[in-house]
Nanobody, 131 residues
Framework: QVQLAESGGRLVQAGGSLRLSCAASGCTSS??????????MGWFRQAPGKEREFVAA????????VYADSVEGRFTISRDNAKNTVYLQMNSLKPEDTAVYLC?????????????????WGQGTQVTVSS
């Protein structure tokens, strides 16, 4: 099974920047025949008292990306296939961005907002934006 490990979350001041990383292991399997190049990866976030919401996603190949309206223009998602790692560059951070950020993945060609597309989930990394 695929394992996802997030890192980079910390306390930052409003207006600052932060870069999150998520490393995937086991996305290429000799038994299933699936490869990391076919592995969709994305980011979700969940704040206390709120439901989990979609943030951004990127396809395993072709660099197809999707963003939530709330982060469009401020966040950028990218991936390094050689390292099987996806990144989330967050700029102009707001207190409303405070949440646990979760990395997610699944074998689906086109990225989407629905959580049902993602079979694998990381443990999350805390991002806190102070006023």
């Amino acid at each position: 099974q695929v394992q996802l490990a997030e890192s980079g979350g910390r306390l930052v001041q409003a207006g600052g920047s932060l870069r999150l990383s998520c490393a995937a292991s086991g996305c290429t399997s000799s038994t299933s025949g699936r490869t990391c190049s076919s592995y969709l990866m994305g980011w979700f976030r969940q704040a206390p008292g709120k439901e989990r919401e979609f943030v951004a996603a990127i396809s395993g190949s072709d660099d197809i990306t999707v963003y939530a309206d709330s982060v469009e223009g401020r966040f950028t998602i990218s991936r390094d296939n050689a390292k099987n790692t996806v990144y989330l560059q967050m700029n102009s951070l707001k207190p409303e961005d405070t949440a646990v950020y979760l990395c997610a993945g699944g074998y689906w060609r086109i990225p989407g907002r629905a959580s049902r597309l993602y079979d694998d989930w990381g443990q999350g990394t805390q991002v806190t934006v102070s006023s």
